[in-house]
């Protein structure tokens, strides 16, 4: 005897050529992904980042030695202009 065979939309058995072809194959290979491989840069990486984070730690300790050594005067107009900034004048209409 020969197998069932289908004709297009037909049905062989009372199932779909495609149920029995899907049924029948196996499933498709899936790519694998690729093996880890050890960080073989993971030191000199992580000591670059500390060499950038040490160099970002003196410019802002700069800023802040600049900061420290700015005149009095200049702290409290920049305290005056921040307060007028935040608090609206009542004399102004919203």
């Known amino acids: 005897m020969s197998a ?3 004709s ?3 049905e062989v058995g009372g199932e779909t050529c495609s149920a029995l072809a899907k049924s029948s194959l196996p499933p498709p290979p899936r790519p694998k992904s690729p093996p880890e491989y050890p960080d ?3 030191k000199r990486r ?3 980042r500390v060499q950038m984070l040490e160099r970002e730690i003196g410019f802002l300790e700069g800023e ?3 900061i420290q050594g700015v ?3 200049s702290r409290c107009c ?3 202009s921040d307060f007028v900034v935040a608090n609206s004048d009542p004399l102004i209409p919203a």
Do not use: H, R, T
């Open 71 to 73: 005149q009095p005067a």
């Open 4 to 6: 069932p065979s289908c």
């Open 8 to 10: 297009v939309g037909g």
């Open 46 to 48: 992580e000591a670059a």
């Open 64 to 66: 802040i030695k600049f």
């Open 78 to 80: 920049k305290e005056v």
């Open 40 to 42: 073989l840069y993971g």
